[in-house]
């Protein structure tokens, strides 16, 4: 490396040692100045002239924040600028990116990895379906090996055929099993605050519900065709017997279980260009499939015993039967009855149409920022409609921001309810709400992060908008200047917290390497022990010139590495296998699972042993048990108990095995005992929870709240929300509630501090530039407008997150971001690589460890916005354009009270 040349308080070093003689001089030097402790008394930085020292009540503002929030400790000769810090880190991140390239495989396993919680699952649950089949296929075989005589007509088809259908069927039932369990509301949103929804993907139940409904209605579409394929060339052929099955029973009531599967396959396709409630109607159909299915298998033979059938109804009845006790508790002990408070009817220039509800919130009723909440009115009809829920998570009332749909719609009959109140303002009519809920999952802990970049695109904001108002409840409780002097100490904290837990880092293997080669002897940095000599290691000072150092070494370090395209390829090579490592730990549970699976499966299974299953089994545990112990030994840090017990995990697995094998050869049926099958679940089954845990969890443990909480309120440090719109009248239908929450946050914070702990950026993406007009107009006057918050185009998702790292790491020692978006699922995809990516560069230009980003989005999905045939803004007449783009008439259904219900 060049000779490092830095300018400190007038003075020019070219090595290390003499740095770290210069921080010994400086300090020396204070403290002839009679300032026995400068770390915790003043903060002292060389003037122009080089060498005096300036004490801290001379600053402009005493007690502002000089390490970590924002104002850069400069001397002579040295620009430490936070702006040229942060331009310093884009070219960096600039160039990392030009070697990162990624090519379609590269793209794809970023897709993965952003998707691992879902890939770990659908393996998981191929291959749950896959040994099932194999199970019942192979018992149906052995069944017509001794059942069709060699020779016959057709004799493979008869052969082949009928044990295909069985097992088809039994996957099929197994896929019935799980579905009611992706629709109990009221356990997924009890266990959303769990350690499940770390390794559970919650928030995607929807998904994983479409997931299992068109695996249960392909597999039975293409098993019926393979059926009347082979029973319609038997029959065709001269097999009375065949033709008379045709007709049967269980062959009618597979009729209707067929007819309901192309009716719900139907609808479910169609889900989005159909009214709501027809498609809600319609898929409760599948009950009466769940009857039918039951009567399939209790047929006329079956209830003569005639035959020995295997009945459905031990399959999915567990579940089903859990299902509905689930929603009895939701309905019976989580439906609250709400008065309305007040309502707001927004009626945009294009036609569009918003609904405020505010409602008096139910003392039992309990929510977190992204979670939603059923509505029925009664007076409208008996349905029950979704909606997330807008107001901060502490309120005394909820809030739902209700866009109004095409004519005739529950929407539409809920504005002509309400809208011919608003005359008065005051109405003495009592309206009131039924609420179910709360559903769905929450954003995240917020609590456990230090910064949160929330995006909402559309509708999308109203889940943001919860976060936002709770956000600046917490903040309206502190004191500006406390709260930043309270967040120094507690980054502190967490960054002692990281370096003890950074130094306990580290595989069994290397740390056995390490003892070995006795690498942990390394001499002390020069730099550190000076300064921990000179003023102590928590020295302030001490703190804020090694870290300018740091930042001048990386310039220069940086300025040659630009030059040395191997080592940009090299990092960025290891920047992408780590990707790849992931991508494959997040496939290794589904080993685990074939394990288990194959074991009760050969242990259970009338058909005939076979040796190349138990041959394919022993291989399999072999190879599952290696990789486990390879993860464990070299991989995973050696640091909690569970690395303990995993370590003695795979001590014990080879002499299990080895016992376990042995009971296969020695037990006259050539089967384990129940008891040896369960211990051996035991021991795969915690082997694979291991894997899949590893595989899906953020691998960064944030220490935010493990170190007193209670220092800052809980409250995030900051809050950057980004709402992108292609409706201008959506946006000022919305803009004057976010803008009152933020004047009331500028009121008592002042503009600069709130603006450092909450911003607010806001995209307008309307085609029509008379409404975006309007809009500026309208905005015109507001402090965010001013603050250069609304802005009109398309944003760059990869510039965001890249800008959101970048200050990260040039004004905070450890950051924990949390990246939340609520919106359409594209543009969830799209979020989530270039987060991802974004991760892959900060990685390369080695920051990783300073900034860790977490991602979570929430899709419900819904309606869309019908575009309206009334009148458009830009068709009007220019004496008949309103002044503003939108009208809205405010009613009150209860005396009037104060606008603090926004937050």
Same mark, same amino acid.
């Given at each position: 490396m060049s000779p490092l040349k830095k300018r400190i308080s007038g003075a020019e070093f070219f090595d290390d040692e003499s740095i770290a003689v210069e921080v010994l001089s400086s300090t020396k030097e204070q403290q002839s100045f009679g300032t026995s402790t400068p770390s915790r008394q003043s903060i002292r930085s060389s003037n122009a002239s080089g060498g005096d020292l300036m004490p801290l009540d001379m600053f402009p503002d005493e007690r502002s924040i000089e390490s970590d929030f924002g104002s850069q400790w400069t001397g002579d000769g040295y620009d430490g600028s936070k702006e040229e810090d942060e331009q310093t880190e884009r070219d960096i991140f600039e160039k990392a990116r030009q070697y990162l390239s990624p090519g379609p495989i590269v793209r794809y396993m970023i897709y993965l990895y952003g998707e691992r919680k879902l890939l770990t699952f659908f393996c998981a649950h191929f291959m749950c379906s896959m040994v099932i089949f194999a199970h019942f296929f192979l018992i149906k075989f052995d069944q017509k090996a001794a059942a069709v005589p060699e020779g016959a007509p057709f004799y493979w088809w008869k052969r082949i055929v009928p044990p295909i259908e069985f097992g088809t069927m039994h996957a099929v039932l197994f896929q019935m099993a799980l579905i009611p369990l992706t629709m109990c509301r009221y356990t997924i949103a009890g266990l959303s605050e769990s350690v499940v929804n770390s390794v559970v993907p919650l928030n995607r139940m929807i998904r994983l519900h479409i997931h299992l409904g068109y695996t249960i209605c392909i597999l039975l579409v293409l098993s019926t065709i393979l059926f009347f394929i082979f029973f319609g060339t038997l029959c065709a052929n001269g097999e009375e017997a065949i033709c008379a099955k045709l007709t049967s029973e269980i062959m009618c009531t597979g009729y209707g279980i067929f007819a309901s599967i192309l009716i719900l396959l139907g609808t479910s396709y169609f889900r989005n260009r159909i009214p709501y409630e027809v498609f809600y109607g319609v898929h409760h159909l599948v009950f009466i499939m769940y009857a039918i299915t039951i009567a399939h298998t209790l047929d006329d033979k079956q209830r003569n015993h005639e035959a020995n059938r295997s009945q459905t109804f031990k399959w999915f009845s567990a579940t089903l039967l859990y299902y509905f006790c689930d929603r009895a508790a939701m309905y019976l002990n989580h439906r609250y009855k709400a008065g309305l408070v007040s309502s707001s009817t927004i009626e945009g220039g294009n036609g569009s149409r918003m609904i405020i509800l505010r409602l008096r919130r139910p003392a039992l009723f309990d929510f977190k920022p992204g979670q939603y909440a059923f509505l029925r009115i009664p007076s409208i009809d008996q349905q029950w409609h979704p909606y997330s829920i807008a107001s901060g998570a502490s309120s005394s009332q909820l809030e739902f921001y209700v866009e109004v749909m095409k004519n005739g719609s529950w929407t539409d009959s809920l504005w002509r309810l309400l809208d011919g109140d608003g005359d008065s303002g005051f109405s003495k009519r009592q309206i009131d709400v039924d609420i179910l809920g709360p559903c769905g999952t929450s954003l995240a802990k917020t609590e456990d992060f230090s910064h949160a970049l929330a995006i909402g695109t559309g509708t999308g904001i109203v889940p943001i908008l919860s976060l936002y108002k709770q956000h600046v409840r917490q903040l309206l409780r502190l004191d500006p200047w406390s709260h930043f002097q309270d967040l120094e100490n507690h980054s502190k904290k967490i960054v002692a917290a990281e370096r003890a837990l950074a130094a306990r880092k580290g595989s069994l293997a290397l740390r056995a390497a390490n003892a070995c080669v006795a690498l942990c002897k390394r001499r002390p940095d020069i730099l550190d022990a000076a300064t921990n000599a000179a003023v102590g290691p928590d020295d302030s000072l001490a703190t804020v010139i090694a870290r300018k150092i740091q930042m001048h070494e990386r310039r220069l370090r940086w300025k040659d590495v630009r030059a040395s395209k191997q080592r940009l390829k090299s990092q960025a090579f290891q920047a992408t296998r780590s990707i790849y490592g992931v991508v494959l730990l997040a496939l290794l549970p589904a080993i685990g699972v074939f394990v288990i699976g194959m074991t009760i499966s050969v242990n259970t299974s009338s058909a005939n042993q076979r040796d190349a299953?138990?041959?394919?089994? !022993?291989?399999?545990?072999?190879?599952? !048990?290696?990789?486990?112990?390879?993860?464990?030994?070299?991989?995973?840090?050696?640091?909690?108990?569970?690395?303990?017990?995993?370590?003695?995990?795979?001590?014990?697995?080879?002499?299990?095995?080895?016992?376990?094998?042995?009971?296969?050869?020695?037990?006259?049926?050539?089967?384990?005992?129940?008891?040896?099958?369960?211990?051996?679940?035991?021991?795969?089954?915690?082997?694979?929870?291991?894997?899949?845990?590893?595989?899906?969890?953020?691998?960064?443990?944030?220490?935010?709240?493990?170190?007193?909480?209670?220092?800052?309120?809980?409250?995030?440090?900051?809050?950057?929300?980004?709402?992108?719109?292609?409706?201008?009248?959506?946006?000022?239908?919305?803009?004057?509630?976010? $803008?009152?929450?933020?004047?009331?946050?500028?009121? @008592?914070?002042?503009?600069?501090?709130?603006?450092?702990?909450?911003?607010?950026?806001?995209?307008?993406?309307?085609?029509?530039?008379?409404?975006?007009?309007?809009?500026?107009?309208?905005?015109?006057?507001? !402090?965010?407008?001013?603050?250069?918050?609304?802005?009109?185009?398309?944003? $760059?998702?990869? @510039?965001?997150?890249?800008?959101?790292?970048?200050?990260?790491?040039?004004?905070?020692?450890?950051?924990?971001?949390?990246?939340?978006?609520?919106?359409? @699922?594209?543009?969830?995809?799209?979020?989530?690589?270039?987060?991802?990516? $974004?991760?892959?560069?900060?990685?390369?230009?080695?920051?990783?460890?300073?900034?860790?980003?977490?991602?979570?989005?929430?899709?419900?999905?819904?309606?869309?916005?019908?575009?309206?045939?009334?009148?458009?803004?830009?068709?009007?007449?220019?004496?008949e354009k309103a002044e503003g783009l939108t009208t809205r008439t405010f009613t009150s259904y209860c005396p009037p009270s104060s606008r603090k219900y926004l937050i």
């Amino acid at each position: 490396m060049s000779p490092l040349k830095k300018r400190i308080s007038g003075a020019e070093f070219f090595d290390d040692e003499s740095i770290a003689v210069e921080v010994l001089s400086s300090t020396k030097e204070q403290q002839s100045f009679g300032t026995s402790t400068p770390s915790r008394q003043s903060i002292r930085s060389s003037n122009a002239s080089g060498g005096d020292l300036m004490p801290l009540d001379m600053f402009p503002d005493e007690r502002s924040i000089e390490s970590d929030f924002g104002s850069q400790w400069t001397g002579d000769g040295y620009d430490g600028s936070k702006e040229e810090d942060e331009q310093t880190e884009r070219d960096i991140f600039e160039k990392a990116r030009q070697y990162l390239s990624p090519g379609p495989i590269v793209r794809y396993m970023i897709y993965l990895y952003g998707e691992r919680k879902l890939l770990t699952f659908f393996c998981a649950h191929f291959m749950c379906s896959m040994v099932i089949f194999a199970h019942f296929f192979l018992i149906k075989f052995d069944q017509k090996a001794a059942a069709v005589p060699e020779g016959a007509p057709f004799y493979w088809w008869k052969r082949i055929v009928p044990p295909i259908e069985f097992g088809t069927m039994h996957a099929v039932l197994f896929q019935m099993a799980l579905i009611p369990l992706t629709m109990c509301r009221y356990t997924i949103a009890g266990l959303s605050e769990s350690v499940v929804n770390s390794v559970v993907p919650l928030n995607r139940m929807i998904r994983l519900h479409i997931h299992l409904g068109y695996t249960i209605c392909i597999l039975l579409v293409l098993s019926t065709i393979l059926f009347f394929i082979f029973f319609g060339t038997l029959c065709a052929n001269g097999e009375e017997a065949i033709c008379a099955k045709l007709t049967s029973e269980i062959m009618c009531t597979g009729y209707g279980i067929f007819a309901s599967i192309l009716i719900l396959l139907g609808t479910s396709y169609f889900r989005n260009r159909i009214p709501y409630e027809v498609f809600y109607g319609v898929h409760h159909l599948v009950f009466i499939m769940y009857a039918i299915t039951i009567a399939h298998t209790l047929d006329d033979k079956q209830r003569n015993h005639e035959a020995n059938r295997s009945q459905t109804f031990k399959w999915f009845s567990a579940t089903l039967l859990y299902y509905f006790c689930d929603r009895a508790a939701m309905y019976l002990n989580h439906r609250y009855k709400a008065g309305l408070v007040s309502s707001s009817t927004i009626e945009g220039g294009n036609g569009s149409r918003m609904i405020i509800l505010r409602l008096r919130r139910p003392a039992l009723f309990d929510f977190k920022p992204g979670q939603y909440a059923f509505l029925r009115i009664p007076s409208i009809d008996q349905q029950w409609h979704p909606y997330s829920i807008a107001s901060g998570a502490s309120s005394s009332q909820l809030e739902f921001y209700v866009e109004v749909m095409k004519n005739g719609s529950w929407t539409d009959s809920l504005w002509r309810l309400l809208d011919g109140d608003g005359d008065s303002g005051f109405s003495k009519r009592q309206i009131d709400v039924d609420i179910l809920g709360p559903c769905g999952t929450s954003l995240a802990k917020t609590e456990d992060f230090s910064h949160a970049l929330a995006i909402g695109t559309g509708t999308g904001i109203v889940p943001i908008l919860s976060l936002y108002k709770q956000h600046v409840r917490q903040l309206l409780r502190l004191d500006p200047w406390s709260h930043f002097q309270d967040l120094e100490n507690h980054s502190k904290k967490i960054v002692a917290a990281e370096r003890a837990l950074a130094a306990r880092k580290g595989s069994l293997a290397l740390r056995a390497a390490n003892a070995c080669v006795a690498l942990c002897k390394r001499r002390p940095d020069i730099l550190d022990a000076a300064t921990n000599a000179a003023v102590g290691p928590d020295d302030s000072l001490a703190t804020v010139i090694a870290r300018k150092i740091q930042m001048h070494e990386r310039r220069l370090r940086w300025k040659d590495v630009r030059a040395s395209k191997q080592r940009l390829k090299s990092q960025a090579f290891q920047a992408t296998r780590s990707i790849y490592g992931v991508v494959l730990l997040a496939l290794l549970p589904a080993i685990g699972v074939f394990v288990i699976g194959m074991t009760i499966s050969v242990n259970t299974s009338s058909a005939n042993q076979r040796d190349a299953i138990k041959l394919v089994l !022993q291989a399999s545990t072999f190879v599952f !048990q290696v990789i486990f112990a390879f993860t464990t030994i070299c991989i995973w840090d050696f640091n909690d108990l569970l690395a303990y017990t995993d370590t003695v995990t795979c001590l014990i697995a080879p002499f299990a095995d080895w016992y376990w094998w042995l009971q296969y050869d020695n037990n006259d049926t050539g089967k384990l005992t129940p008891s040896d099958v369960t211990t051996f679940c035991l021991l795969t089954g915690y082997m694979t929870a291991r894997l899949w845990s590893r595989a899906v969890k953020p691998h960064n443990k944030s220490w935010r709240k493990s170190v007193s909480t209670d220092v800052i309120g809980g409250a995030m440090e900051g809050l950057d929300i980004v709402w992108v719109s292609r409706s201008a009248s959506l946006v000022s239908e919305l803009m004057p509630d976010i $803008n009152s929450i933020w004047d009331s946050l500028a009121e @008592q914070w002042g503009r600069e501090n709130a603006s450092k702990v909450c911003k607010i950026s806001v995209y307008v993406t309307d085609e029509d530039e008379t409404a975006c007009e309007l809009l500026r107009k309208e905005l015109s006057s507001t !402090q965010l407008f001013e603050d250069g918050a609304i802005r009109f185009g398309r944003p $760059n998702f990869d @510039q965001l997150i890249e800008d959101h790292t970048i200050r990260m790491i040039c004004t905070r020692k450890k950051s924990y971001s949390l990246l939340a978006f609520c919106g359409s @699922q594209d543009v969830a995809e799209e979020l989530q690589r270039s987060k991802v990516s $974004n991760d892959m560069v900060t990685a390369i230009t080695g920051q990783n460890n300073a900034h860790q980003m977490e991602f979570v989005s929430e899709s419900y999905g819904g309606s869309k916005r019908e575009k309206k045939t009334g009148k458009e803004t830009s068709g009007q007449p220019e004496e008949e354009k309103a002044e503003g783009l939108t009208t809205r008439t405010f009613t009150s259904y209860c005396p009037p009270s104060s606008r603090k219900y926004l937050i």
